[in-house]
């Protein structure tokens, strides 16, 4: 028997930092819409601890997460981040039980009456404020608490972790000149090496479809769709229940395998018709979101208000033609990247290789090089970040490929480097040591990340998970 467990612990359980956001962000939340479930499954296991199906559906009623919003999103893993945080939060809690981490309650009080929600003008605790909050997030007082010591205890873990991370002084300055050094590149725009993309003739044209035939092949497609409204299916102008009704009694005669056009002539509705019709622009049409869900043979289809009944009557999948120009521009396009990628990656492997010098430099640029100081690891004014950063990674005299904001591509050499000192007693040192220790504590909160991944071993039920999805769907 196959098991239905499959292993977790490699998978990224969400960095701490991560995991600290999620639970301001849900710590305090509303209730949703409502989920219900008498399935007592387990669908995780973290070591011998159980996360039941009723669990999961609890944390999703606190989350304050519709059953629609969590519907719309079930194909971009909703659940599954969710999941992955009601792990991570369980986790948390079995830190805080292992390292004894405690909080009285007169300083749970202390928290409470610190709390400016429930202050007056003067600052004085209220407690009329307090229940008011209570009514308005339909939460009982020990619920709140309850949450309330979770936070806490929580901050307790981090502040335990790495609140003492402190970075000393020769690491303050050591870290201001790594982040505020001057840089000063040279670089070539490889704009000017690429081919434009209307000076690709057909017999390049022709040679790229024949190496790619069958990638290019595209679906043209025969379908007949009408639009359903409270005018055609009612007789009336507004959206009421009879309409929704009516929509639900057209689903049911789909499942029951009722074809489209006996449907459509009982509703006297006469269909929009199109033949080998193929989606080029992706553009937001009525037609493509048809061709988009054209897997489903038929189906209504709700778009921006609006319910689409359509009938997928035949998909023929073929070469399109380059006398279509819209065709015939999209091949330029996709050779222009693919000899654009051919291009870059012969000069990068020059450079992994070390056979990239001053000499091939030169020699590309012929006479047109340009140069440039960057004040900061954080000066992004012409380069991307990720850019700027492998740039401050590079020794003298090096060369690397790096892109702009525009996603233009130049082969870069590293000049040379100017570093600039801070005082210690400016008035900038203490911001800049209190960065270098949030960058110190950061380091130690991806090794804590690392250490619980080791120390403890989880499994999601995929079955059940499976399950749970398909209750939204």
């Known amino acids: 028997m196959i098991n239905p467990f499959q292993d977790f612990t490699k998978k990224k359980i969400g960095g701490l930092l991560l995991i600290f956001v999620i639970i301001v962000a849900f710590g305090f939340g509303g209730f949703g819409g409502g989920f219900s479930t008498g399935n007592q499954n387990n669908i995780a296991k973290i070591n011998n601890i159980n996360i039941s199906t009723q669990d999961f559906m609890d944390y999703l009623n606190k989350s304050g997460l519709s059953q629609q919003l969590i519907k719309e999103n079930i194909n971009k893993n909703v659940i599954e981040e969710l999941l992955s945080s009601l792990i991570s939060m369980t986790l948390l809690d079995l830190e805080i039980k292992d390292l004894n981490l ?3 309650k007169e300083m749970l009080a202390e928290r409470l009456k610190k709390n400016k929600n429930f202050q007056d003008e003067d600052g004085k605790f209220q407690r009329t404020l307090y229940e008011k909050f209570l009514l308005t997030n339909n939460m009982s007082a020990a619920m709140y608490e309850m949450k ?8 307790e873990l981090f502040t335990y972790i790495s609140g003492g991370a402190k970075s000393p002084n020769f690491l303050v300055h050591s870290f201001f000149k790594e982040n505020n050094r001057k840089l000063d590149i040279s670089f070539i725009n490889l704009n000017k090496f690429y081919k434009k993309v209307n000076e690709f003739t057909d017999q390049d044209m022709n040679l790229f479809m024949k190496k790619n035939s069958e990638k290019l092949k595209q679906d043209y497609i025969d379908f007949s769709y009408v639009i359903l409204t409270p005018k055609n299916l009612i007789g009336l102008d507004e959206f009421n ?3 929704f009704d009516s929509i639900d009694e057209i689903e049911n005669k789909i499942s029951k395998d009722i074809n489209f056009k006996t449907i459509i002539n009982e509703l006297a509705i006469k269909p929009i018709i199109k033949r080998n019709y193929i989606n080029l622009e992706n553009k937001k049409t009525i037609e493509n979101t048809i061709y988009n869900s054209r897997k489903d043979k038929i189906e209504i289809l709700e778009d921006n208000g609006a319910f689409i009944f359509y009938h997928i009557d035949d998909i023929k999948s073929k070469l399109p033609d380059l006398k279509d120009d819209q065709f015939a521009k999209q091949i330029k396009k996709l050779i222009f990247q693919e000899k654009k990628f051919e291009f870059n990656k012969s000069i990068l492997d020059q450079i992994d290789k070390k056979k990239f010098n001053d000499e091939y430099f030169n020699k590309l640029a012929n006479g047109k ?12 004014n012409k380069f991307k970040n990720n850019s ?3 740039l401050y990674s590079l020794p003298i005299n090096t060369f690397t490929m790096i892109a702009d904001n525009e996603d233009n591509i130049f082969v870069a050499k590293v000049i040379r480097y100017e570093d600039i000192s801070i005082d210690q007693n400016s008035k900038k040192f203490n911001a800049i040591s209190n960065e270098a220790s949030a960058e110190n504590r950061n380091s130690i909160l991806k090794s804590y ?6 120390k ?4 999601v039920n995929e079955k059940t998970l499976d399950r749970v999805k398909n209750y939204f769907r």
Do not use: C, G, R, T
């Not at 309330?148 to 901050?155: R, W």
């Not at 990340?449 to 080791?454: I, W, Y």
């Open 148 to 155: 309330l010591k979770s936070n806490a205890l929580q901050k």
């Open 449 to 454: 990340d690392f250490l619980l991944n080791s």
């Open 369 to 380: 090089i340009e140069k440039i100081q960057l004040n900061s690891i954080k000066d992004v």
């Open 241 to 243: 229940q009879a309409f």
């Open 456 to 459: 403890y071993k989880v499994i």
């Open 102 to 104: 405690v909080l009285s």
């Open 388 to 390: 700027v950063e492998i």
